[in-house]
């Protein structure tokens, strides 16, 4: 074979890896514009009959009432619901990877259950039946001491993949064992208020929730982008990706670090909406493959595409009333997540 | 030149590996040989930095490995696991992509994907650059793994038994592609093998360990002699000489008295 033929065969190489990548940029965007519908649909539809006409109208000029429900109302709770989408689905997808587990999310961690013991704790000793950042603050603190305790684990024993899960299980069980103690012992408007935390709402998001949230979610994720190509090579195990010059435990710690503040962001206004942090990665996996570069975007897109569908039929399907979202996400979202479990061709985990 | 120079190491209070000499020349490629915890791994993780030495120095090019910083690290010294990652759902390209590593600020850039193709390419692995790398098979695991360490452009290669698990011919394969790019690219290898005969064929020399000493290390024909095999693995053999290459075959575990006559003297 002369030179010349092996440099076309090289190219070709090169090109065909790269046409592969962009058929996953494409997706990205096809995704993107599908997110973007959802958000136009939601802001369309509600209780109250206005006409799509009137709602969009109502984004860029006065129209009364219409203006007012849909900047007060439905945009709001729009944002917030793309926002926890955005937040779960990603840190799903950093958990999974720098943690090499298919199971792992930010409950199966703990932070999910001790976010909820803070919720607990305030409703039931810190008024929080009536001052609800009471909830907000305790929900926070408890998710941020659940990863100090695991990072602080990992931190004498070592930052592999295995203690990390098994402290954040354990802390899990604990978590939910004195929840239910405390629960045990409160009044049944105390147990009401708590019950209803647990299954996530939305209702209560305002533009300052969306500012604290925001930040939250939207700061770590540069940081993300920045160590996909680590993680990636994390994935091929901690020897290789050490040999090669990744400081493992020190991308482990801190992306985990980041990644449970984005959870915290998610779900400490709203509630333990569980399940979109596991799920949006493994959907973003089937149709993506695993590379980081383009799953960790992918998680957060499909998270918010989740969320925001979900809401949204949530509070249109059974009017009246408003279903808490954390129950359609796992209505909508579990069997559509075994319809693509059984469909699926390829091993992709 | 990769120096070793009167490396120990211990595990507690357990002493791993002592006094090793051992120089690595490029183009050239040591084996290193002895029974199974005799310390061949904890030799290649020192060399790669992953562990510190509690004596002695590693000198890579006369640098102090320990002074470099990871990345510099791996821009000098490839590495090739004993295991294959157990699930790694990626491309081909993207497990040998990994190895640019070193090379990367935050995402491959064009000269990254270059490299690559140029690499699977010239080691005969463009056909499965866009295939997954589970579903390849074991012998073009590890050729793929090669390919990733070569991607990292080192000077020194170290491998932990390259030819464990895979049949024969992928056996033979896997070593005349370490040879030749040796020879090629002017790379030193240093790998930790289990095959006696693999060794002798392949190597430029050997090197014998034994309960962390080492025993000899000397061209194959210098070291591959039936008194050495004999104290270091504890079996009666039978060496043949095949094309000037020394094969070893082995006959009976030695028995247990002999072995305390032979402590004894």
């Known amino acids: 074979m002369n030179t010349d033929c092996l440099t076309i065969k090289n190219q070709d190489m090169k090109n065909q890896y790269k046409a592969l990548k962009y058929r996953s940029l494409v997706l990205l965007v096809v995704f993107f514009g599908l997110l973007s519908v959802i958000v136009v649909i939601a802001l369309c539809v509600g209780a109250s009959s206005i006409s799509v006409t009137d709602s969009i109208l109502a984004l860029i000029e006065d129209n009364g009432m219409a203006r007012s429900i849909v900047w007060n109302l439905r945009l709001p709770r729009i944002i917030m619901a793309l926002l926890i989408g955005i937040g779960l689905g990603t840190s799903g997808a950093v958990f999974q990877a720098v943690l090499r587990n298919p199971l792992a999310s930010p409950f199966t961690l703990g932070i999910g259950s001790s976010a909820g013991f803070g919720a607990v704790i305030a409703i039931m000793f810190f008024n929080g039946l009536v001052n609800e950042y009471a909830v907000v603050t305790g929900a926070f603190i408890f998710t941020l001491l659940s990863s100090f305790i695991i990072l602080g684990v990992s931190r004498y024993k070592g930052a592999t993949a295995e203690t990390m899960i098994l402290t954040g299980i354990a802390l899990m069980f604990l978590f939910s064992s004195l929840s239910s103690f405390l629960q045990y012992l409160g009044t049944k408007e105390e147990v009401h208020g708590i019950v209803f935390w647990f299954f996530g709402s939305l209702s209560k998001a305002g533009y300052r929730e969306i500012v604290m949230s925001g930040i939250m979610i939207l700061i770590p994720m540069p940081f993300m982008f920045r160590f996909a190509f680590d993680f990636n090579l994390m994935t091929a195990g901690d020897e290789s990706a050490r040999a090669l010059g990744v400081n493992v435990p020190g991308v482990r710690m801190f992306s985990i670090a980041l990644a449970s503040l984005m959870t915290s962001g998610a779900i400490c206004f709203t509630g333990v909406i569980g399940f979109i942090g596991l799920v949006a990665p493994h959907i973003a996996r089937m149709i993506f493959g695993s590379d980081n570069l383009f799953l960790i975007p992918a998680s957060a897109l499909i998270g918010g595409v989740l969320v925001l569908s979900a809401d949204t039929l949530g509070r249109t399907m059974w009017l009246p009333h408003v279903i808490p979202i954390g129950i359609v996400t796992s209505f909508i979202g579990v069997p559509f997540f075994l319809y693509l479990l059984i469909k699926k061709t390829k091993e992709y985990w | ?265």
């Open chain 2, 1 to 265: 030149m990769l120096q070793v120079e009167n490396l120990s190491f211990n595990y507690g209070k357990t002493c791993v590996l002592k006094d090793i000499d051992l120089n690595v020349k490029k183009g050239e490629i040591i084996s290193v040989l002895g029974p199974n915890g005799v310390g061949k791994t904890t030799l290649l993780n020192c060399l790669l930095g992953m562990i510190k030495p509690c004596f002695g120095f590693i000198k890579m090019d006369d640098m102090d490995i320990l002074k470099m910083s990871p990345t510099h690290r791996a821009r000098l010294i490839g590495y090739v696991p004993q295991a294959f990652p157990s699930k790694f759902p990626m491309t081909v390209f993207d497990a040998v992509l990994m190895g640019r590593k070193p090379y990367v600020r935050f995402v491959p850039s064009g000269k990254d994907l270059e490299v690559v193709s140029k690499v699977l390419m010239s080691m005969n692995l463009n056909h499965l650059g866009l295939k997954d790398f589970d579903r390849i098979s074991g012998g073009q695991k590890q050729k793929v793994l090669i390919a990733r360490a070569i991607a990292q452009e080192p000077g020194y290669l170290v491998l932990d038994e390259p030819s464990n698990n895979l049949d024969v011919r992928h056996q033979l394969e896997v070593m005349d592609m370490l040879k030749k790019l040796a020879q090629k690219k002017n790379i030193g290898i240093i790998m930790a093998m289990h095959s006696l005969n693999l060794a002798s064929r392949f190597s430029d020399r050997i090197v014998m360990l034994k309960s962390g000493c080492m025993v000899c290390n000397g061209t194959p024909l210098e070291v591959m002699t039936p008194r050495i095999i004999e104290t270091v693995y504890k079996i009666e053999v039978n060496i043949n000489r095949i094309n000037g290459y020394p094969y070893t075959i082995p006959l009976n575990p030695m028995p247990e008295n002999r072995i305390h006559k032979e402590l004894l003297n």
